[in-house]
């Protein structure tokens, strides 16, 4: 994803969260929202969100 897509991710909470029929219905959007935006903040490049870290696997001829 990209951070445009974070952002489009939060201004859709955040347009639900103006139709909510509850004050309860609107916090739950305002947060996801905020989840949506702090994730922007937090993601890694593309190809480096790997767990362990490492790095993918390449295949050589001895894999045959």
């Known amino acids: ?13 955040y347009r639900m969260a103006a139709l909510a029929p509850s004050p309860a219905d609107q916090a739950t959007w305002l947060k ?9 903040q937090r993601r890694t490049p593309a ?8 790095q993918p ?5 001895e894999d045959s």
């Not at 994803?1 to 909470?13: L, Q, S």
């Not at 190809?47 to 490492?54: E, H, M, N």
């Open 32 to 40: 996801l929202a905020s989840e949506w935006l702090a994730n922007k």
């Open 1 to 13: 994803m990209t951070k445009a897509d974070y952002r489009i991710k939060a201004g859709e909470c």
């Open 47 to 54: 190809g480096t969100d790997r767990l362990d870290g490492s």
């Open 57 to 61: 696997r390449r295949s050589t001829n």
